[in-house]
């Protein structure tokens, strides 16, 4: 399965369900079956590192995303992965526009997959990077609860 995570900007809260979603996998022993990357709705970020405020949070860890920078979503990311899971509406709406709809229903907000629905407070506007990790960790959660339920009873 892969999945693609998508905000504003990726690089805050995509990358950060996009490397904590593979060092869970990992831990699992599932990635061979579970991939994700990150990717961005608009150009602003595009070239640029990880924000300094996930790369901490990530620290906290023990996970380094080196090497990520930022890249826009493309009209071809949607037959390439099997999820593309926005961090809010706004994501969503954009996710359709560049991918031309959603004719197999694989958009979804990161949040659908628990049981809070909503989205994902955007640390760029909040500072919260804390907030921000509880909800990126409780919808992958969600998502290895849905899609590998015997491997994930442990989370």
């Known amino acids: 399965m892969k999945i693609l995570f998508i905000c504003h900007g990726n690089i805050c809260r995509s990358p950060m369900?996009?490397?904590v979603l593979?060092?869970?996998?990992?831990?699992l022993g599932l990635e061979g079956k579970i991939h994700a990357d990150s990717a961005a709705t608009s150009t602003e970020e595009i070239g640029n590192p990880v924000h300094p405020g996930t790369r901490k949070k990530l620290q906290e860890l023990g996970?380094?995303?080196?090497?990520?920078t930022a890249r826009q979503l493309t009209k071809a990311d949607y037959?390439?992965?099997d999820l593309l899971i926005g961090m809010d509406e706004w994501n969503l709406q954009n996710i359709r526009r560049i991918a031309g709809g959603d004719p197999a229903g694989k958009v979804f907000l990161l949040l659908d997959?628990?049981?809070t629905p909503g989205e994902v407070a955007d640390p760029w506007y909040t500072g919260n990077f804390d907030d921000t990790l509880r909800d990126v960790q409780a919808g992958v959660r969600g998502i290895f609860r849905r899609y590998f339920p015997q491997e994930s009873s442990a989370l």
């Open 113 to 115: 997959f628990t049981d």
């Open 79 to 81: 037959s390439r992965y």
């Open 22 to 27: 593979n060092d869970t996998a990992r831990k």
């Open 63 to 68: 996970i380094s995303c080196a090497g990520k």
């Open 17 to 19: 369900a996009e490397f």
